[in-house]
């Protein structure tokens, strides 16, 4: 079992800036691509963004393309989604997954998923 923890999650203002983190309880984090999902209470989990083991390429969602970076730091076992101009569409609970194959941003394609952390954009 991979444990995942995500935090950074809070209220913030529109066009304002959070930095999420995800830490995997696991030495092998570097053999798992990896992924940012969201989830508004009442539809379907969205792909945000991933990620591939070596980090060396990554994907995006067309509504936050531009605006959300994804990055790893193996060495730490740590998924990071930096979040800039964020809009109140963005409001969700964020949560990262972990997987070995499938399609990056097909929810069913993971493994391992995290608890979740609430980001909230209002004004």
């Known amino acids: 079992q991979v444990q995942l923890v995500e935090s950074g999650g809070e209220e913030v203002q529109p066009g304002g800036s959070l930095r999420l983190s995800c830490v995997a309880s696991?030495?092998?984090?570097?053999?798992?691509?990896m992924g940012w999902f969201r989830r508004t209470p009442g539809l379907e989990r969205e792909f945000v963004a991933a990620?591939?083991?070596?980090?060396?390429?990554?994907y995006y969602a067309e509504s936050v393309r531009g605006r959300f970076t994804i990055s790893r730091d193996n060495a730490k076992n740590t998924l990071y989604l930096q979040m800039n101009s964020l809009k109140p569409e963005d409001t969700a609970i964020y949560y990262c997954?972990?997987?070995?194959?499938?399609?990056?941003?097909?929810?069913?394609?993971?493994?391992?998923w995290g608890q979740g952390t609430q980001v909230t954009v209002s004004s």
């Open positions: 997954g972990a997987h070995v194959r499938g399609t990056y941003d097909n929810s069913t394609s993971y493994d391992y």
């Open positions: 990620i591939i083991r070596s980090g060396i390429r990554t």
């Open positions: 696991e030495r092998t984090f570097g053999v798992y691509n």
